[in-house]
């Protein structure tokens, strides 16, 4: 018989389910229950429904006296990892520069690339810890994290590592994704394709060698590389099985969308200026959409993703915060949330389901993260809120009243 570790009882459950019996908004159960058995959900549903043997062999019991309950949140698209700033870029940008101008002129990623060089490992882990930590307090359970500030052998894989540390020093699920393709190396920049050469036959080898990365990812833009470039850097990381991942279109539409759907990624991520045509092709391959809005809103961006066309293409959603210090310095998946539903025009609901199931498909968890559902992991948050709207309406405060992650309650 399956044993009762934590019974969580009169909740109002927000399963994410589509598959839920009563197909209601959010999947939702008026005064449910959640019975966890080790890290997995062994039961949710109507506390009406509830198997006495749930509540009496239960190790402990949690009230939620009436609270929201969802799944756990997944930021799948973020540069956690980075030492410095661009405070002064930021000030650059508001007296008239453009991202691509400060870019081009030698800042940018490539400021940031310096800083990333210089700093211990140490350092670089305890920024990123602190920046988790704020993450982890507003509900996230699952996190993607990228390398991308490196751009030489060492410091890609040095952040890996920091990555990979930060899933086992904080209760968060990490995942892990190779970005050598962020920006071309200053050392490279007249030698393009020997900077590929580096990724393919050098960093890509050795990251995989160690087991650092559980997803490769480019940057398909003008300022940074083109469709052909990030097809071998995408051959190459196939040959290793990872899953593929495309910054695509974001400044420009530059076939990022196209790119990633002839490839069969993953995900495309922006997409501001995604073609139709491009969206059409993702629908085709099964390529779900990563919109970030955070890095929409900081760079003061006009044209917003095509959303009517990834809706009506029956294109998945996700949301993220892309958490970096250049395009998106922004702390809070729920403020990412917020930003989605005012500048993209996502309902709540969506924005929801873009930071939890939709999120999960992403990382190659579908399933088993992002729903309350039998089986699933028990990755879940309980809210001081009336209803679930409240996590996409509030910009600032934090309604997140305690976490439950693989099973372990965290706070009360
Ligand atoms: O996702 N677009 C490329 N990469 C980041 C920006 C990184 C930076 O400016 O440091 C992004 O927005
Ligand atoms: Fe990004």
Redesign the pocket.
Known sequence: MVSCDLLIENAMLATMDESERNALPYGEIANGGVAISGDRIAWVGAMSELSSRFREDAASILDAKGRWVTPGLIDC?T?LV?AGD?AREFEMRLQGAS?EEI?RGGG??AS?VKATRRATDEELFSGASKRLSTLQSFGVTTVEVKS??GLDVETELRMLRVARRLGTEHPVAVRTTFLGA?ALAPEYVADRSGYIDLICETMIPKVMDEGLADGIDA?C?GI?FTPDECERIFAAGTQYGLPIRV?AD??SDSGGAALAARVGAVSA??LEYASEAGIEAMAKSGTNAVL?PG?FYFLGEEQAPPVDVLRSQGVSIAIAT?L?????PINSPLIAMNMACVLFGLNPEEALCGMTRNAAKVLGMSGDRGVLREGSCADLVLWDIDHPSELSYWIGPNPCGAVVQAGVLKSS
């Not at 970096?324 to 998106?328: L, M, R």
Request: charged share 15%.
């Open positions: 698209h540069h980075f661009r991202y870019a940018g990623i940031t991308g500030y962020h940057f833009e940074a910054h974001q400044l991520d922006h970030l890095a892309d970096n210090p250049g395009s998106s």
